[in-house]
């Protein structure tokens, strides 16, 4: 082509952008805290938080959303930066197994196949998070 704009190739898309940005990232978090909070394998860890949630106390599940929010935006090359804990740090005492973390991971894989999240980025994200399994598991 001889119109300048059309000789660069499209700049490849971060997988944030191909999640759909913060939007999209965020109705992700939101479902997959209400499955969390449905799944029976998550009540040992989670039940102090679903007791603040049954008397009304908003904050520590809203914190919680907002750094999952951040977290999954910064690591999927969004502009979000994450302010929580380190993760060593936030799961410390939970003594977490290997079949919570992957109650857990099924747990957010249904709220991106309720997304219709393509698997491509299904497989990135959870790449990505994946890594971070020695730092959250025995703990
Ligand atoms: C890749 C997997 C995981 C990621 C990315 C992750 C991320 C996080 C983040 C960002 C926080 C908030 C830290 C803060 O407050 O500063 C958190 C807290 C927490 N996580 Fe995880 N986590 C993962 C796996 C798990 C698993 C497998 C469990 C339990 C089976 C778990 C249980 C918890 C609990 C109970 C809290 C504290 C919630 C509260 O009461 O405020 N996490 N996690």
């Known amino acids: 082509s001889c119109n300048k ?3 660069q190739p499209a700049a490849p898309q971060t997988l944030y952008e191909r999640l759909g940005g913060k939007n999209a990232i965020s109705a992700v978090v939101d479902q997959f805290i209400a499955n969390v909070a449905a799944d029976p ?13 049954a008397k009304g106390n ?4 809203t914190s919680l959303r907002n750094n999952l929010i951040d977290q999954i935006g910064q690591a999927s090359g969004g502009p979000e930066k994450y302010m929580g804990k380190d ?3 936030a799961h410390k ?9 992957n109650s857990l991971v099924a747990d957010l894989v249904a709220s991106l196949n309720k997304f ?5 980025e299904q497989g990135e994200l959870l790449s990505v998070l994946g890594g971070l399994k ?3 598991v025995n703990q």
């Open 5 to 7: 704009d059309d000789d």
């Open 41 to 53: 394998k998550m009540k040992r860890t989670f039940q102090p938080l679903l007791d603040d949630v």
């Open 58 to 61: 908003t904050a520590r599940v």
């Open 87 to 89: 993760m060593v740090t």
């Open 93 to 101: 005492g939970m003594k977490i197994t290997d079949d919570e973390f």
């Open 116 to 120: 219709s999240v393509p698997s491509k």
């Open 134 to 136: 020695g730092q959250i």
